[in-house]
């Protein structure tokens, strides 16, 4: 469609946009986002309270745009909307990875497509300083490689995400996480310098020192100069994961926390946020960090970010501050959205949610992780729970770069943000993967690289334009999950590449997810096992077929060393489904000693190469066990005899082997 | 590979680059691009003259890296190497569709890939001046939709261009192709405005008044404030298509050119032409402009840009000056690298260049468009070569848009940048694609989209990010040829979206010339036809296979309404084949009438649908008439045979309706 660039009259106009007032000039927190549409056999009214809501409202009637062989058409709906959190954000770490200005404009163009509201950027760590200061130019200048945003970028920035009804909250981490800020300037640190851009990942020892006066006077400057060019009321100030260490090393700090009566380190940072607050105040700034920076001299307004679990929510809440809710939204740990989509600030049932959650937990991590259910004192009290402002999903960039950040975050960060706007109610998680396979193709045209940075990747591991089965094979593994990407490759830094196999993977096979549907589908049709077969075992003579070409493509290059094994682990599944799939359609008890076997195959096809998984694993488990379990399905209920096989597949996962203890 | 930051000690490195001078501050047409490559068993060693030598030799070390299953490595070479033409560019046209500037730098990423050093930016022209001016501020302010150039992001462009060794010629089109001139400027125009941008693609009439000297005043100051910010000593002032419309049917300009002896609107556009050249001169700039500027008073050191045949580039050279050839470089007409590579700005034999390139006319061209053998006249005297500087690739923007552009430019562009800097005589067509398929997948790695977009679009067309079928089509069918989509969609304008099946299909399909080569394969293997049988097997078998489904992807989409004709011509395209090659393979000749019937259908077959047709029509025909020639076979040599298979399958082209004579 060619539409009109002039305006219809409004009595003429298929869509008519009525806003009552233009509202703030900057996205401000808790504004009315409200919108209501209606759509009939002719018109289209948005009516909302200011433009904010109206852009809101304009993203749902692109989504609700639809086509079928007579043409394009909008359903006819009237509705009412409105987001249940007025915090809807999205942490992008830039300090780690540098990420240049167009990669955080489409990022934000994909945020306003699902109606977030707050660009959090982590603009400092150990690894780099990313913002131009002109006080202390050092700091960029020593602290960056090279790689920050100048003032006037930031203000277009700034701009461009207020365009979008997005405040942008800056992040100047401190006082641990500084090794960047202490290149230029080591007369900050808590022992002396020089100190060197950190090119590791991990947790480390700079910190400033909080008990010199010089410290306060440059944090002034900085702050000052940095609060001229963030007009939100709120500057986070991390104040995570300070280890303390040089601290404890140094006789003087040691002598100012004895004379001062700070008993500890986290008395000490404690004395240091309060510092801060007071300059941020002077500066006509609230305070936002960590769930850390808790204490009781945290002043009011200020916003915790609480990341290690629910309990500090609850917290801080009870305490009376306000909090938004990070746990469970680590989009860096490659989970699958479902998981993040379950997770919720403000639960109906806690407890439920966690067992809900840990349906989702990779069956990689089965005996590793479990969501506990929390204690009493870890659920936002009733009375409390309008102090919870939202959530933020966190993308953390030890593992992205320009090329592949969309990737993490979309499409997953859709479901985040619908957990974020709409209803607590609004549950259906097989509901959601239908939408978000729609939006991660709307979310493309907005230039999002999703989609595409794995192809890409796949090319040039290939050599070729048409990867073809080596395509086959990315689409079914996925990342290793949580830090194990770091623990199978201690190597990693910050300069190596990230364009291997495990950066074309995506964080969720949906691949792995429709298989698991069409194994779920034959088990729930005893005792024919009928429905999906033939979709199941097209797939897995795929799977075989491809073999040849694919160990061939894995051979013939260094890039894809890594992953040789992964060429034959995919026969043995094929096979194995297949053997399997015979036993259930042919309704034959598998001989002697296969159903061992088998799951032995398993076990050694799904280890990690090359810090990827394959993601069928599981649902091979379960067509083992279900051969292996077949004469037992007339005897019971369908449904029972399906969640025993599933139990039992459970069951089948190996346990790791226990640490020894020292 | 993780490559370490910092230098190695010279004797120890394993690549050593040796540069004797800096070089010029900026690029600088004829500078000494050359290198010499050494890389033995543990050394790699490049020498230049100066620092754009080395550029362009560590584009080709980049060209060299392999990988076995062994690691990645070096092959051993001796090279030394320099371009053939120094003037080796790409004409960009910013004005008829915008593109920002990551859509220029990506593509000088490419163009530096590939040794390229001139980029040409078409800036004005009727549909948006994309410039701004200071002194001149409602030129960019009412002509350009607000998508235009700050004089910051010029220099910052040139600037990126001149870090690749790549000069920026800037292009002011006038006297014609100047309506976003005229909407602020009315008072320079022919006849009185108002004016407006002009939406349509076409030739217009409005045209800068050469009679007033207001007008000249304007250009002095206009053409003096783009001196200042291009530092290139050409300027590029378009002079092509003006129709004199305006001139003709105003009073004052036809009394103008009676008292000043003007016979007619050529003698007073080389009058135009000389008071402009005097302004360039005054700003310390040469003139470069279309062919249409060359006249016996064209200043010396002026740059004649060749693009509607041969001649002028032979009469450019003849009469003095300087010249580059676009004329066979037009990357809109759609064409095959094979053509733009077989266009030689200086060839040994220009008849045989000619006939060269009519084998690579498009089937659907053949009654429509041959290369003429040129005239005497339109040759390059022996002693006129030194003055024809080289070449410039076009990218006119009627049809593309900064997320087609790639995919029209690149790979085929690679072709032609290696015509400009190889020796005439690397003319191996088969081992240009084999080259071009590896530079492609390398070229995507400095961000350019071109193979992403086409399946971006798919994607968004298929409505899922699977478009399987769809994907199989689109790769099968081209763009039609030269400037048939204008002519096959006459609603096309400047707003109208690039989101249809023929933006998603390259303009040369790879896939379909694979597909000839397995017939050529089949057909030189008399009288078995064995070889290249059971790849045509499967492809043809893959496209009956697809049919259901595609039938059902076409039938979802309204976007997708045009085309839904391809997916029935693909299935009878797919049975055709497959019955000739059950003829070839037994041994049985056709039945009675199945010659003409099949034929036939593969006419049907051929029809262009949304302006895109698919490109295996004639390889189709090729099997149809070898399947009918197969009982004579036996009685040829097999070379003979199948030449006259392929003689008879051109003559098999429908012949277009003979236009009605007036």
Not at 44 to 54: E, N
Not at 146 to 158: D, N, P
Not at 508 to 522: I, K, Q
Not at 540 to 557: D, F, K, N
């Amino acid at each position: 469609m060619t539409l009109s660039r002039e305006p219809a009259e409004p009595a003429k106009a298929t869509l008519l946009v009525e806003v009552k007032a233009p509202g703030n000039p900057l996205p401000t927190l808790g504004e009315d986002e409200s919108y209501t549409l209606e759509i009939d056999g002719t018109h289209a009214t948005l009516r909302a309270a200011q433009s904010v809501g109206a852009l809101r409202g304009l993203e749902t009637v692109l989504q609700l745009l639809q086509g079928d062989r007579d043409g394009w058409y909008l359903p006819a709906v009237t509705l009412s909307d409105r987001p249940r959190f007025p915090w809807r954000g999205l942490l992008i770490d830039v300090s780690r990875h540098w990420m240049p200005m167009e990669v955080l404009e489409r990022n934000l163009d994909g945020m306003a497509a699902v109606k977030l509201n707050v660009l959090h950027l982590h603009l400092t760590d150990d690894q780099g300083f990313r913002v131009e200061s002109r006080r202390f130019p050092r700091l960029h200048e020593q602290g960056s490689d090279g790689l920050y945003f100048t003032h006037e970028q930031l203000r277009e920035l700034i701009a461009y995400a207020a365009d979008r009804g997005i405040r942008v909250v800056p992040e100047f981490d401190m006082p641990g996480h500084v090794s960047s800020w202490l290149v230029g300037h080591p007369e900050l640190a808590s022992i002396p310098g020089p100190y060197t851009i950190e090119r590791k990942w991990g947790i480390f020892d700079p910190t400033l020192d909080p008990t010199r006066e010089q410290v306060y006077q440059f944090l002034d400057g900085f702050l000052g100069e940095m609060a001229a060019i963030f007009p939100d009321p709120w500057m986070h100030i991390g104040g995570d994961e300070n280890t303390g260490n040089y601290w404890r090393v140094n006789p003087a700090i040691q002598s100012f926390m004895a004379s001062n009566r700070l008993a500890d380190s986290h008395a000490l940072q404690t004395y240091f946020g309060d510092r801060v607050a007071k300059l941020l105040q002077k500066h006509g700034k609230k305070m936002m960090g960590w769930e850390e920076i808790l204490h009781s001299t945290l002043p009011k307004g200020a916003v915790v970010q609480t990341w290690r679990g629910p309990k500090a929510l609850a917290e801080t809440a009870r305490q009376g501050h306000t909090g938004i809710l990070s746990w469970g939204y680590y989009l860096d740990h490659m989970l699958p959205a479902a998981l993040h989509y379950t997770v919720d600030p403000l639960p109906a049932d806690a407890k439920r949610m966690a067992e809900e959650a840990n349906r989702w937990v990779p069956a990689s991590w089965y005996h590793r992780f479990r969501f506990k259910p929390p204690e009493a004192s870890a659920v936002v009290r009733e009375q409390d729970a309008a102090r919870v402002l939202g959530g933020e999903a966190c993308m953390w960039a030890e593992y992205v770069d320009p090329e592949t950040l969309d990737s993490r975050i979309w499409p997953r960060m859709a479901a985040v943000a619908e957990r974020l706007w709409s209803p607590r109610e609004v549950t259906d998680v097989k509901d959601m993967y239908r939408r978000m396979a729609r939006i991660s193709v709307q979310l493309e045209e907005l230039g999002l690289m999703h989609e595409r940075s794995g192809d890409l990747l796949l090319r040039r591991l290939a050599g070729s334009s048409e990867p073809g089965p080596l395509r086959v094979l990315a689409r079914l593994v996925e990342p290793v999950k949580f830090y194990d990407r770091q623990v199978q490759f201690k190597e990693a830094m910050q300069g190596t590449p990230l364009t291997r196999l495990v950066d074309a993977a995506r964080p969720e096979s949906l691949e792995a997810r429709a298989f698991w549907g069409s194994v779920d589908d034959l088990l729930a049709d005893t005792p024919r096992f009928d429905r999906g077969a033939d979709q199941l075992t097209r797939t897995l003579h795929q799977w075989r077929e491809i073999h040849p070409e694919l160990a061939r493509t894995l051979e013939r290059s260094p890039a894809l060393h890594e992953a040789r094994p992964l060429g034959g682990a995919l026969l043995v599944l094929a096979e194995t489904g297949l053997e399997a799939l015979s036993y259930l359609r042919s309704g034959t008890a598998p001989r002697q000693g296969w159903r061992e076997q088998a799951l032995q195959r398993i076990d050694e096809a799904s280890r990690p190469q090359g810090q990827v998984e394959l993601a069928v694993i599981q649902p091979l488990r379960e067509l083992v066990l279900a051969a292996a379990l077949q004469p037992e399905a007339p005897t019971l209920p369908a449904a029972e005899w399906h969640a025993r096989v599933k139990t039992e597949a459970l069951a089948a996962i190996p346990k790791p082997p226990e640490k020894k203890k020292k």
